[in-house]
C-alpha cells in the first residue's frame, strides 16, 4: 500500500503561483493531483506515469505543470496564472498497480485560495 502527503497550499492573488509537492511512500506506477472546490464535483486535474506520459484536464493546461522527482519519490504541481476558480482543496493521489492508471490512494489534501 502506498501513503502520499502533500504540501504547499496557501493563499495568493488571481495572477500569482504556488508550487504544492507530495510525497510518496511505496512504488507508485501513476501519480496526479486531484481537486475539489465547495459544493463541486472532484476533478482530476493532472497525472504522470512510470514512463512519463502525462495528462491535464483542460482546466489547467497551459497554467500548470506536474512532473516528479524519482530519485525524491516527490511529485509537484507547478500553479501559474491562478484564478479564483482554482480555489479548492487539493489531493496528491497515487496508483501502485500498473496498467490505466487510477488514482486510488489520497493524501489529506491541501488548501489553495484564490482572491481576486
Known amino acids: 500500500q502506498v501513503q502520499v502527503e502533500e504540501s504547499g497550499g496557501g493563499s495568493v492573488q488571481a495572477g500569482g503561483s504556488l508550487r504544492l509537492s507530495c510525497v510518496a511512500s511505496?512504488?507508485?506506477?501513476?501519480m496526479g493531483w486531484i481537486r475539489q472546490a465547495e459544493g463541486k464535483e472532484r476533478e482530476e486535474i493532472a497525472s504522470?506515469?512510470?514512463?512519463?506520459?502525462?495528462k491535464y484536464a483542460d482546466s489547467v493546461k497551459g497554467r500548470f505543470t506536474i512532473s516528479k522527482d524519482n530519485a525524491k519519490s516527490t511529485l509537484y504541481l507547478q500553479m501559474d496564472s491562478l484564478r479564483p476558480e482554482d480555489t479548492a482543496m487539493y489531493y496528491c493521489?497515487?496508483?501502485?498497480?500498473?496498467?490505466?492508471?487510477?488514482?486510488?490512494?489520497w493524501g489529506q489534501g491541501t488548501q489553495v485560495t484564490v482572491s481576486a
Open positions: 504522470i506515469d512510470s514512463d512519463g506520459n502525462i
Open positions: 493521489a497515487a496508483d501502485p498497480f500498473g496498467g490505466t492508471c487510477y488514482l486510488a490512494y
Open positions: 511505496g512504488y507508485t506506477h501513476c
